[in-house]
């Protein structure tokens, strides 16, 4: 493993995560809002996104949080991002980004759909539409 990667698995994890107390203590962190925090891994990290951007599968993993969002704006930028990663893929490896994007679309026309992922209604306590069921028990998209 490179030293960029290590510096990265050691600050976010750490090297105790066996101890309950510690990964209680790292899931505030991880989960919580700092902006010390934030700014913390910007000053150590900030350059890693855009180097991650110059090798496109790289990138492809750099952009995989957008389509978790449900917020339609994410969601049309994650839509341009894949666009634009597919178009300049290698040829060989191509048919994996369109993938990609083809999947980012799906999840993208759920959220303009909806507002948000149905799947996540139950988990997140959230009560469904009759739109939203009717989508769910079609066998619309799991995620």
């Known amino acids: 493993m490179n030293a960029t990667a290590r510096?990265?698995?050691d600050f976010w994890f750490g090297d105790d995560l066996d101890s309950p107390e510690v990964v209680a203590a790292r899931h505030a962190t991880w989960f919580g809002k700092d902006s010390a925090f934030d700014e913390r891994i910007r000053e150590l990290f900030g350059d890693l996104p855009a180097r991650a951007l110059h090798a496109p599968l790289e990138a492809a993993f750099l952009y995989l949080p957008l389509v978790h969002a449900e917020?339609?704006?994410a969601q049309n930028r994650c839509v341009r991002l894949f666009a634009a990663l597919a178009g300049r893929a290698p040829r060989s490896l191509r048919p994996q980004f369109e993938s990609f994007l083809t999947f980012a679309i799906r999840r993208r026309d759920v959220i303009r759909r909806f507002g948000r992922f149905p799947r996540r209604n139950a988990i997140l306590g959230r009560r469904s539409s009759s739109e939203e069921l009717s989508y769910l028990e079609s066998g619309g998209d799991s995620f």
């Open 7 to 9: 510096a990265v698995l």
């Open 71 to 73: 917020d339609i704006e």
